[in-house]
């Protein structure tokens, strides 16, 4: 089993749709990391998370230590939100290692 | 700032030969690291850096060598390419060593025929 699992693998829906997108983890983690990469483009930093909600824009993430999940939400769907969102957890052990999920494929149709 | 730069964008190599993979970056960024990205994989880490002089292996080190002499500059040295790693390779970079945002240079599509 990945340290890491992203449900789902692929994802598409109508613009304005609510989307979901979730990260489970079965390490204990100092932070997560959302990431998102368009197609044939670089990655970049969505948001970064210990605890609690973060938001930017329609952009919402969320963490429950606990359970060690987290949720990525985009209010609103527009078809250039279409990309690959992943998920990366660093382990309390070590220097700072990510490690990935496989991510997620989102299509937006207009 | 330029953030963090690749280069090349694309390479074709034939197997056996050796090459260098370029990363800078212009942030004053002590942490940096070279993943590698695959069909139907995750990234994985190949080799990372947390200062000056200082590297240490990830998950999949074979076959690639690193040397950090600058802060700014982290080439990845492919020893004698083989088909297996034939990839598309990031590199980051990061402030700290933990809990800090992670900034990626844009890629380098790498073919090993």
């Known amino acids: 089993k990945n340290e890491v699992e992203q449900s789902p693998q692929n994802l598409t829906a109508q613009e304005g749709e609510f989307i979901t997108i979730n990260c489970s983890y079965s390490?204990?983690?100092?932070?997560l990391h959302w990431l998102q990469q368009h197609p044939g483009g670089g990655i970049v930093s969505l948001f970064m998370?210990?605890?609690g909600k973060k938001k930017h824009g329609r952009l919402i993430a969320t963490i429950n230590i606990q359970e060690k999940h987290s949720s990525l939400h985009i209010t609103a769907s527009h078809p250039r939100d279409s990309a690959v969102y992943i998920c990366?957890?660093?382990?309390?052990?070590?220097?700072?290692?990510?490690?990935f999920g496989q991510g997620t494929r989102l299509t937006i149709n207009p | 700032n330029a953030g963090v730069t690749q280069t090349p964008k694309f390479q074709v190599l034939k197997t056996g030969q050796s090459m260098t993979l370029q990363c800078a970056q212009d942030m004053n960024h002590e942490y940096m690291s070279w993943y590698r990205q695959d069909p139907g994989m995750g990234l994985r880490l190949i080799h990372y850096s947390v200062g000056a002089g200082i590297t240490d292996q990830g998950e999949v080190p074979n076959g690639y060598n690193v040397s950090r002499s600058t802060t700014e500059d982290f080439p990845l040295r492919l020893l004698s390419a083989a088909p297996s790693q034939t990839s598309v390779y990031f590199c980051?970079?990061?402030?700290?060593?933990?809990?800090?945002?992670?900034?990626f240079g844009p890629g380098t599509r790498l073919t090993v025929t």
């Open positions: 998370l210990s605890s």
């Open positions: 990366a957890v660093e382990s309390f052990q070590g220097a700072q290692k990510l490690v």
């Open positions: 980051a970079s990061s402030y700290g060593g933990r809990a800090y945002e992670q900034y």
């Open positions: 390490v204990g983690i100092s932070a």
